[in-house]
């Protein structure tokens, strides 16, 4: 009798553990979570809210960069060899590796608050980003794709700046910083000094 009442008891408590696991493991209701929006907002988004341009771009799936300051005239062009190793094929002296690891980064991870719809009636020219934009960053993807991101002006806030991104239908406002880390790097080659 003593067994049966022990049995019990750790059925019972088998019971509720199982359901716990079962609570814990749900997936979030999606509908709760706030979506983002397409449309320019004149608020300012709370902070964490920066999203990323390539959601599904890491550092290992790029084979090449190529950085253009289009209005210095400058250009930085990283590249793997065989060993998965950065090179800079047009520069010479040492390449600092890690530098061109923060450069592959800050692409994979490039943030972005907003988004403007592109409508037939957008002005390019209104963002920089026409007759043609300031800077140019390119990617090449080991299984052949790429990217291309077309910079133009700062927002009248001065926190972005607007870009196209391929050939998406809408103007993202980049994070400054994330940018002006990118065009000083073109112009400030990440070469290691040997003595």
């Known amino acids: 009798m003593n067994n049966r009442r022990n049995l019990s008891l750790l059925l019972g408590l088998f019971i509720v553990l199982a359901m716990l696991v079962i609570l814990t493991?749900?997936?979030?209701?999606?509908?709760?979570?706030?979506?983002?929006?397409?449309?320019?907002?004149?608020?300012?988004?709370?902070?964490?809210?920066?999203?990323?341009?390539?959601?599904?771009?890491t550092v290992l799936d790029i084979q090449a960069i190529r950085l253009e300051d289009l209005t210095a005239g400058q250009e930085?062009?990283?590249?793997?060899?065989?060993?998965?190793?950065?090179?800079?094929p047009d520069l010479e002296g040492e390449l600092d590796t890690e530098a061109a690891s923060n450069i592959a980064r800050t692409l994979v991870l490039l943030p972005y608050a907003r988004s403007i719809n592109i409508v037939p009636d957008t002005?390019?020219?209104?963002?920089?980003?026409?007759?043609r934009p300031q800077l140019l960053f390119q990617i090449l993807k080991m299984d052949g794709a790429s990217h291309a991101i077309a910079v133009g002006n700062l927002s009248e806030a001065g926190h972005s700046y607007y870009s196209?991104?391929?050939?998406?239908?809408?103007?993202?406002?980049?994070?400054?910083?994330?940018?002006?880390?990118?065009?000083?790097?073109?112009?400030?080659r990440p070469i290691r000094l040997t003595n």
Do not use: C, H
């Open 123 to 131: 002005r390019f020219e209104d963002y920089g980003l026409a007759p």
């Open 25 to 57: 493991n749900q997936e979030p209701e999606t509908a709760d979570m706030p979506q983002p929006t397409a449309a320019e907002t004149a608020e300012p988004l709370p902070e964490g809210s920066l999203l990323r341009v390539f959601t599904d771009l």
């Open 76 to 88: 930085l062009t990283l590249a793997r060899d065989t060993n998965g190793r950065w090179t800079a």
């Open 164 to 188: 196209v991104v391929d050939e998406r239908d809408e103007i993202y406002q980049l994070e400054r910083g994330a940018v002006d880390f990118l065009k000083n790097l073109i112009s400030a």
